[in-house]
């Protein structure tokens, strides 16, 4: 019997990292176990498609600091596509790979859960995403790179916003969690920070806003992308909906640029950071927990221990059930937000 052959694949969003699990996981592969890799394109479309790429030493060198993931990503779901199980593993026994490795967020791994659980496919899971809302581990790669572009998009609108003593209101990413727009905004000096854990009154933040110009400073409001007005609804894009449900965010810094600048008659003006808080190099920080997730992803390949995904817990890499860590979302804890609120206003 040859070599052992490892397939990898990067599902979900982009984001600053991929790539240096990526390499982590084939530098140490082949050079400590002698095991063959072959990358899978898009996500799970790879290998419900048999879409392949040579994954090999050549082929992850100089990739360290790039962002994004040379094996490309989509948002593919094989439970909604006719026959994907099966079409799943005929493509894994045509090229002969024995073990997958799926780096993603709480979608990615929740298909590599149900495929080792309920279908036998062999498969350890790495956290990939800049929300850092995966429980069961303590940090997710990503979320540092994603914190410091927000930081320095904050750092730079104060300076416009007191030039023209208007109010700048800064959307950031997060759907169910508001991690980014926490850590940024504090780090950042922004004078409201609102997250989805926490639903607003929109007086309450024109009030935060009014006394801000009374001590002759202009106001910067951080939002997150999924926060809700107390008697409101989530803002969306459009109505549409990707392959796990979701539906597209963004808006909701608009709308309360809106709502502030009617009810206090100052002007207002939005600025949606959007994809750019993923994109580009990814930070110190990340490249470093990206490099040992990848390298303790491959032990776990060797230990056959499957259906497990490392995790950051202190400063030790642990295992812990795929099932597990996608079960509950980690989200901003009432307390976490209470304490920075003596910021505001």
């Known amino acids: 019997m040859g070599a052992k052959k490892i397939g990898v694949l990067t599902g979900g969003g982009d984001c600053p990292g991929l790539n240096a699990v990526i390499r982590g996981v084939v530098r140490k592969g082949v ?23 040579p994954l090999d030493i050549p082929a992850v060198r100089g990739i360290l600091p790039r962002g994004g993931t040379i094996l490309g990503s989509s948002r593919t779901n ?20 024995d073990s997958l490795i799926a780096i993603g967020g709480e979608d990615t791994l929740g298909v590599a859960a149900r495929l080792t659980d309920e279908f036998g496919v062999p498969v350890v899971g790495v956290p990939k995403t800049i929300d850092n809302d995966l429980s069961a581990t303590d940090y997710t790669f990503g979320f540092d790179t994603a914190v410091g572009i927000a930081t320095e998009a904050i750092d730079r609108l104060h300076t416009t916003a007191e030039s023209h003593m ?16 926490l850590h940024s905004g504090l780090a950042g000096g922004a004078n409201v920070i609102l997250v989805p854990e926490q639903r607003f009154d929109v007086d309450q933040v024109c009030a935060w806003v009014t006394s801000r110009f009374k001590a ?27 392959s796990f449900g979701h539906v597209r965010l963004s808006g909701v810094g608009e709308w309360l640029a809106k709502e502030i600048e009617g009810r206090t008659g100052k002007e207002a003006r939005t600025t949606v950071l959007g994809h750019v808080q993923r994109g580009g190099t990814p930070s110190a920080f990340d490249r470093w927990l990206a490099t040992r997730f990848g390298l303790h992803a491959i032990d776990a390949v060797r230990d056959g221990d499957f259906g497990k995904m490392v995790a950051l817990r202190g400063t030790d890499i642990v295992r812990v059930p795929i099932a597990e860590a996608t079960a509950k979302l980690k989200t901003v804890d009432p307390a976490l937000y209470k304490e920075v609120g003596i910021f505001f206003g």
């Open 31 to 53: 050079q400590e176990y002698g095991y063959d890799f072959v990358g899978f394109r898009d996500g799970w479309r790879g290998p419900l498609e048999g879409d392949t790429v």
């Open 78 to 97: 094989p439970f909604t596509v006719e026959n994907g199980v099966r079409r799943i593993k005929e493509n894994l026994a045509k090229h002969e790979v």
């Open 166 to 181: 208007r109010v700048l209101v800064v959307e950031v990413m997060g759907r169910h969690a508001g991690w980014i727009a």
């Open 216 to 242: 002759s400073y202009a106001p910067i409001v951080v939002v997150a992308e999924g926060a809700m007005p107390k008697d409101g609804e989530m803002v969306l894009k459009d109505g549409t909906q990707d």
